[in-house]
């Protein structure tokens, strides 16, 4: 049910978007702090509605629905933020590219292989990409600026969120490609045409 704990958690990735921003909008240097934090408690949130789900038995079509539409919505949104904002360097737009790209690749992914009934399982590989990947986008959407209000504006915390962005991209690059490949499998078997019936050997006439 939507109300159920995972449900709700994810959610809240969803709801945390506006907030997200809202802060990042204001381009202050404790907005950007406190943009990354509501950032970074959305992205954990990934982790802990599957497990309660798993732990709880309590898993639901909803949640399988909805939890890669959040995931997508956060990392989009994002994105665009730093992009759109100019926090991001002309290098850094090539992995951000890449990542979203490879989002829409394999949300069309899942949409034909749901009608097809056939699953798309995450792979421990593209566990590690969102790992990267959120980290990456929570210490970038901090900054320089943001890192300051804690303490650690000595830090290149930008250029370490951009190292870690086009190691995300690496590492969508491999999985993007396996679920490619999946998808081209199932659709070739689709398209196989069925083996022909082997003809029924004619009847010769009786001679009169």
Known sequence: MPTDLPNLLTISRIAAIPVLVALVAIGAPWADMAAC?????????????GKIARDRGVTSSFGRMLDPIADKLLVGAALMLLAGLER???????????IMLREIMVSGLREYLAELRVGLPVTRLAKWKTGFQMGSLGTLIAGDTGASV??????????????GLWAAAALTLVTGWDYLQAGLRHAGAQDTPPPEAAEAPRETPARP
Do not use: K, W
Not at 88 to 96: G, N, R, V
């Open 37 to 49: 934090v509501v950032f970074s408690a959305a992205a954990i949130t990934d982790y802990f509605d």
């Open 88 to 98: 991001l360097s002309h290098a850094a737009l090539y992995p951000a590219i890449v």
């Open 150 to 163: 804690i303490g650690l504006g000595f830090l290149p915390v930008s250029a370490l969120g951009e190292i």
